[in-house]
């Protein structure tokens, strides 16, 4: 792009924003010095992008909804559990190609404290990768491998806080006013405890409360996560101006994805819950608008772990957009309810509401990620069931710890509250499918099952609208990884479980048809397959659940431009019949190339079907 041409692309970008740009800012920080400042950082930021970047950007410009093909495939992953470094990654491009993947989700690799990170989420230098993982350079050379094999790059952007060992938290330790204002300092504990009175607790027992108190400071900083990690007082413009020039500095290294963490906290307020509040939109909204100025082939994703009401405002308007794409969290630990429970129903009254939302949003969807699962169902429905809250937790720990219900998973709890009763699930996919207990036991019948099991709730999670997840190990099936426990940095954290170093040995069965690894991968492939030459599962298709007279049977269908398709899912382990009755025709099952009716439709135990109306 010839200098000229370039110098016009963002002007016109700019002029598209500015004036609502200014309006926002100017509400929330009435400062217009600050905001010249923004003005021309952006610009220095747009001038320092590659031509590459800018060509890509110009070409998503053109083709807005280039994300929400039904070829995108995610995985996440440690960069160290994966292959070691970012040159490690690199070198492991063929083999991310090969599972279908062209979305990868690096997980956090920024600089954090040893023993004091978070799982990498107290960043403690935003330009500046972790030593062991690389350098900017190796980021940028990774991300131009990537997008050389049309595979899109997303990292994490935590926005809420920084590390204590941050630049900025130092020199506020010193006493420098300038950084104080840049966090929530206090000198008694008087306004924290007002503050407590209305801010729920995000770990109540491995971190409680929302202060910590510095005795070499005799100050209080806010921390809602950990004590090392300080919340950001976004009050102060000079943090929202900082935090921006962060993100446009990442950006301009290929990243494709910004994951906003925690989103939904960035904003404080005394006297409220400092969730959701009406500021965390219109600083996302200023964000999402800057990024279409600078560098417009960036999505915006943002971490919102809250029902669905809470959710979906994030998206904005179809006017005033904020985030690209959310994580469908509800969805995720209703289905792992249906594991347990054997019974659809909550999850088709989850899907229900998905459905019902406007097609421009689009969800990611996952079975697993590199969190615990925290069980935010819809306890008022399940009330309407006689089913407690407090009872139903412990039954679903239980369930899944292989307590209770005739359960086959293994895994640990996550924060536990004895008093509470509360407590969070970690596991890996296979694991909690029953792998890793026949694999231990040696039992042939139990494990073809649990492959079954797994292959059925990948499929399930294919046919939801948006796209699909994986975690990376998840294609082969590997299981938990009890190692954590030997690492003092790591033992007291049990979602290190599902966290476990890539098994590369594991990775050459795929070649072997008997073993557990080339069913689990050949059977996700066969899918990934499915998925990408069939245009019903693109984002825009319409999407609806159908009653199969069935509580252990799930049925969605899909349906776009005279195509349509009928997922069946059994949530059992016994042979049921979905009992619909779709008699617009013919159909073919996409797995086996079988003709069936989808009319009557006799299901084998955790097993599954995608017909096709021919």
């Given at each position: 792009m010839k200098a000229d041409a370039a110098k016009k692309t963002y002007e016109n970008r700019f002029q598209k924003h500015f004036d609502e740009l200014r309006w926002l800012y100017m509400e929330l920080y009435d400062n217009g010095s600050m905001f010249a400042e923004l003005c021309d950082k952006m610009e220095v930021f747009y001038q320092e992008r590659n031509k590459t970047l800018k060509a890509q950007d110009k070409k998503r410009e053109a083709h807005p909804d280039w994300y929400k093909r039904n070829d995108m495939l995610g995985m996440m992953f440690y960069i160290d559990n994966f292959a070691g470094n970012m040159k490690g990654v690199q070198s492991k491009l063929d083999y991310i190609e090969q599972c279908n993947v062209n979305y990868i989700h690096l997980m956090p690799f920024l600089e954090t404290p040893k023993g004091r990170s978070d799982g990498g989420y107290a960043v403690s230098d935003f330009r500046k990768v972790q030593r062991e993982l690389g350098t900017m350079e190796d980021l940028a050379d990774l991300t131009e491998a990537c997008h050389k094999k049309g595979v899109n790059v997303c990292m994490d952007f935590v926005m809420n806080h920084t590390s204590e060992d941050h630049e900025w938290a130092k020199k506020a330790r010193q006493g420098d006013g300038e950084y104080m204002?840049?966090?929530?300092?206090?000198?008694n504990s008087y306004i924290p405890s007002l503050y407590e009175q209305t801010v729920p607790q995000v770990f109540p027992t491995t971190a409680p409360g929302n202060f910590t108190w510095l005795a070499e400071e005799g100050k209080f900083v806010m921390t809602t996560f950990y004590p090392y990690q300080w919340d950001l007082n976004y009050k102060n413009p000079r943090v929202f101006n900082e935090m921006m020039y962060n993100f446009l500095y990442l950006a301009n290294q290929g990243i494709d994805?910004?994951?906003i963490?925690?989103?939904?906290?960035?904003?404080?307020?005394?006297?409220?819950s400092c969730r959701n509040l009406p500021q965390v939109h219109t600083i996302v909204r200023m964000m999402r608008m800057i990024g279409e100025i600078v560098c417009p082939g960036i999505l915006l994703l943002g971490e919102v772990v809250m029902e669905p009401e809470k959710v979906v405002p994030y998206f904005g308007t179809v006017e005033k957009p904020e985030c690209h794409m959310l994580y469908n969290v509800t969805t995720m630990a209703t289905t792992w309810h249906?594991?347990?429970?054997?019974?659809?129903?909550?999850?088709k009254k989850q899907l229900d509401i998905v459905n019902s939302l406007p097609k421009d949003y689009v969800f990611l969807n996952y079975l697993r990620c590199h969190d615990d699962i925290g069980w935010g169902l819809d306890y008022g429905t399940l009330m309407t069931e006689g089913i407690g809250e407090r009872s139903h937790k412990k039954y679903l720990n239980d369930y899944f710890q292989g307590y209770a219900g005739d359960s086959n998973s293994r895994g640990e709890l996550y924060n536990a509250d004895p008093i509470t009763g509360d407590a969070r699930f970690c596991g890996?996919?296979?694991s909690?499918?029953?792998?890793?207990?026949a694999g231990f036991e040696q039992d042939e019948k139990a494990m073809e099952k649990a492959v079954r099991m797994d292959i059925t709730l990948h499929a399930y999670m294919f046919m939801q609208s948006g796209i699909p997840v994986l975690y990376g190990g998840d294609e082969i099936g590997q299981v938990n990884d009890y190692t954590y426990k030997e690492d003092p940095d790591k033992a007291a954290d049990s979602r290190y479980i599902h966290r476990g170093a890539m098994n590369w040995k594991q990775v050459e069965n795929i070649s072997k048809p008997d073993t557990v690894e080339a069913k689990i991968f050949?059977?996700?492939?066969?899918?990934?397959?499915?998925?990408?030459?069939?245009?019903v599962f693109m984002s825009t298709a319409d999407t609806w659940t159908i009653e199969t007279w069935d509580s252990s049977v799930l049925c969605i269908g899909r349906y776009l431009d005279g195509e349509k398709i009928i997922g069946l899912f059994n949530f059992s382990e016994f042979d049921k019949t979905a009992w619909i009755n779709e008699t617009d025709g013919d159909y073919v099952d996409l797995v086996s190339g079988e003709k069936r009716k989808a009319a009557g439709v006799d299901i084998?135990?955790?097993?599954?079907?995608?017909?096709?109306k021919v």
């Open positions: 204002s840049r966090y929530f300092f206090f000198d994805i910004i994951r963490d925690a989103v939904p906290y960035i904003w404080k307020e005394l006297n409220t249906t594991v347990a429970t054997r019974d659809v129903r909550l999850l890996t996919t296979a909690m499918c029953g792998v890793e207990k050949h059977g996700l492939e066969r899918l990934e397959k499915i998925r990408k030459e069939e245009k084998p135990g955790y097993g599954f079907y995608y017909l096709k």
